[in-house]
């Protein structure tokens, strides 16, 4: 089993920044790939960011591409997604997941261990 625990979010101004982190416990030895997903109110859960254990490949949503950044710290079995730019449209509850088989990073099946979220508030 493999726990995450998110921290990080918050409410901030339109054009404002935040930083979230995902630490990971357990059998994090098992990790193949971390990923975050985002679930506004009404809305089903979307991906956002993902990044492979290994190799640190990342792979990014459309919407927020050049905006957001996924990294990782193997030392401390730790995840971020520094968000730029931010939009009041990328508010959402923001979930950190992770796998220990390649199944679909960008799908929320693809998940088999998932954080208890953490909400991000952009306003106007």
């Known amino acids: 089993q493999v726990q995450l625990v998110e921290s990080g979010g918050g409410l901030v101004q339109a054009g404002g920044s935040l930083r979230l982190s995902c630490a990971a416990s357990g059998r994090t030895f098992s990790i193949r790939y971390m990923g975050w997903f985002r679930q506004a109110p009404g809305k089903e859960r979307e991906f956002v960011a993902a990044i492979t254990w290994s190799t640190s490949t990342t792979f990014y949503a459309d919407s927020v591409k050049g905006r957001f950044t996924i990294s990782r710290d193997n030392a401390k079995n730790t995840v971020y997604l520094q968000m730029n730019s931010l939009k009041p449209e990328d508010t959402a509850v923001y979930y950190c997941?992770?796998?220990?088989?390649?199944?679909?990073?960008?799908?929320?099946?693809?998940?088999?261990?998932w954080g208890q979220g953490t909400q991000v508030t952009v306003s106007l």
């Open positions: 997941a992770a796998n220990s088989e390649f199944r679909g990073i960008s799908t929320p099946r693809g998940y088999d261990y």
